[in-house]
């Protein structure tokens, strides 16, 4: 459904994109996560039509972004890193103007625009101004905006940044019923969990570069469990990291070892016994998964170090 | 091009929608003006002569001139707001005619100006100012003015696409005045030293300032500057060589976006 294949875009001397590729199969929710000035908003810019690549290819819905632009907003709907809705209008009043700029034509913009608040749950608030909404509710808003034309290919460009965790509930659920109904969606995000909880599929980009793919699983078993030791005092620290072997790391203010555990049980009867035989107290002891956060600090760490 | 139209005429409704929204605003937009008249009529009026005739009657003109450049604040202002929201983005992500963003946004200022002139007017005949001319002259003058105002469109609107952040636009209404008392618009350009009276002469606003008294039949500059002489031809002239350079321009910034 999203098809990149090798797409650059330079801003002056500075790489924006450098040579991307990507494939999301339709009816997918496919995950991007970088950090700031990788590159996530220039590639959905530019896949919405918004920007111009320099070089390479891109098609969304089977259609050439560059050369075919005016199909393929006919397609796809944005949701952009602001709650781009008019401040003043009432939430109705948007939405009517975005389905009459859709070209529905009076009358059926008038219904799209009920059907849309009523499955958002702003029926209520239609009718007030939108400096008036909540983060939550302008950002459903929004939403709605974006799906004036029901578009087969979604584009979410940090959705909840900046939302409470409640405002972010609300985003999440209604991606996950437009995922349920086949529309096929590219998230960005700097929020990990946000990919863990809606991506099937996520890829890491750093410098214009994907540099890790996979589900979000996949992903974590590239760096592997950790088992980890919490200290009662600080003065065990060295002890307790001498017993987890070499590739220990302590992290002193949260009195933590951690090293990695290829072996779960194996590496828990180790540390257990050999803490008992050294007479240290401790805290807690576990082995535990990786977040996604650990993997993308360590892909991106890599990258620094290789480059 | 039925789309051009149609989608033109919503962005506009959009704005005018934002009047009924906030009424007090938009009433405190139509009341400005009439608030620098008043001030400049009986506060400051009083120590001001001009040749030939009442104060206020010369002030009236250039009052109405010096609005239609107010306007430019408001087209710069909403622009660059509509940009830095994401709004124009949406915009240029929906299938709607692109044109439909400029001219949609166009014909709302222009309309709003026209209205504040309205407004104006009104109020220049409550302090006793009078189209002394014949029937026929006033909508000229009228028409002279809007034509300001229309080439100042697409001046706000390159502005607006290129700002950066919202301080410019703090700095456009700070900008307009100078602009506005360097001049015709509310004293003689003969009154100031020799070089500052010279750039005031060739102020585009005093082209129009000037052609609209003439046409209102309104005391005017003693005659012998360029801008009294040639009035008219310099209030068509101006605001055409304005809108020659700034419409292709506010085109190519509009376009330029997807760089």
Redesign the interface.
């Known amino acids: 459904m999203i098809s990149v294949q090798d797409l650059g875009k330079r801003y002056g001397a500075t790489p924006a994109l450098d040579g991307l590729h990507l494939e999301v199969p339709e009816g997918t929710v496919h995950g991007l996560l970088g950090p700031n000035g990788a590159g996530k908003t220039t590639l959905v810019?530019i896949l919405?039509?918004?920007?111009?690549p320099d070089t390479g290819q891109a098609r969304v819905a089977g259609l050439d972004v560059r050369t075919e632009a005016?199909r393929v907003?006919?397609r796809?709907g944005?949701v952009?890193?602001?709650?781009?809705?008019?401040?003043?209008?009432?939430g109705r009043?948007n939405l009517e103007?975005?389905g009459?700029?859709?070209?529905l034509g009076a009358r059926a913009a008038t219904g799209r625009a009920a059907d849309l608040l009523e499955r958002f749950g702003l029926t209520e608030a239609a009718a007030r101004?939108v400096n008036g909404y909540s983060g939550g509710m302008r950002r459903r808003l929004d939403l709605a905006?974006g799906l004036i034309?029901s578009p087969p290919v979604l584009f979410l460009d940090e959705p909840t940044t900046g939302l409470d965790p409640r405002g972010r509930a609300e985003v999440w659920s209604a991606v996950r019923e437009l995922a349920g109904q086949g529309t096929t969606v590219l998230l960005t995000t700097q929020y990990l969990e946000e990919a863990d909880q809606l991506a099937g599929q996520v890829s890491i980009i750093d410098a214009g570069k994907v540099v890790a793919a996979g589900t979000p699983a996949e992903l974590k078993a590239v760096v592997g469990d950790r088992i980890e030791v919490v200290a009662r005092h600080a003065g065990d620290l060295p002890a307790v990291a001498a017993l987890l072997g070499p590739q220990a790391r302590v992290e002193a203010d949260e009195l933590r070892v951690s090293a990695p555990a290829a072996d779960r049980v194996g590496a828990l009867t180790h540390a257990v016994q050999a803490l008992a035989e050294a007479g240290i107290d401790i805290a807690d002891l576990g082995v535990r998964r990786p977040t996604l956060d650990e993997v993308f600090l360590r892909l991106t760490e890599k990258m620094e170090v290789s480059r | 091009m039925r789309?051009a139209l149609?989608?033109g005429w919503?962005?506009t409704?959009?704005d005018l929608?934002?009047w009924g929204?906030?009424p007090g605003q938009f009433a405190v937009t139509l009341l400005f003006p009439v608030l620098i008249t008043l001030m400049f009529g009986y506060l400051f009026g009083g120590g001001l002569n001009v040749p030939g005739g009442d104060y206020r009657s010369y002030l009236m003109p250039g009052m109405f001139t010096m609005t239609m450049l107010f306007g430019l604040e408001t087209t710069f202002a909403a622009v660059a707001a509509d940009a830095r929201?994401?709004?124009t983005?949406?915009?240029?992500?929906?299938?709607?005619a692109s044109s439909?963003v400029v001219s949609g946004r166009a014909a709302a200022d222009l309309l709003a100006s026209a209205l504040t002139l309205a407004v104006l007017m009104a109020c220049g005949l409550a302090v006793g100012w009078r189209p002394e001319a014949g029937p026929g002259a006033a909508p000229a003058a009228v028409g002279l003015l809007l034509w300001l105002r229309f080439s100042l469109l697409w001046l706000g609107i390159y502005l607006g696409l290129r700002a950066t952040g919202p301080e410019a636009v703090a700095t456009v209404q700070i900008l307009v005045w100078p602009v506005a008392f360097l001049s015709g618009v509310l004293v003689s350009p003969a009154t100031m030293p020799g070089w500052l009276g010279a750039l005031a002469e060739w102020n585009p606003l005093s082209a129009t300032a000037a052609a609209a008294r003439e046409l209102f039949g309104n005391p005017g500059w003693e005659s012998g500057s360029v801008a009294a002489e040639y009035g008219p031809a310099l209030a068509v002239a101006w605001p055409a060589l304005l809108t020659a350079v700034f419409f292709p321009l506010s085109v190519r910034a509009f376009r330029r976006?997807?760089?």
Do not use: K, Y
């Not at chain 1, 602001?82 to 209008?89: C, P, R, T, Y």
């Not at chain 2, 983005?89 to 709607?96: E, K, N, Q, T, V």
């Open positions: 810019r919405t039509t918004l920007l111009r005016a907003r006919r796809i944005l952009g890193q602001h709650a781009a809705v008019d401040e003043i209008l009432t009043q103007m975005f009459r700029l859709s070209h101004p905006a034309l | 789309w149609a989608d919503t962005i409704r959009r929608a934002h929204a906030r929201r994401g709004i983005d949406r915009f240029r992500s929906l299938p709607m439909a976006l997807n760089r």
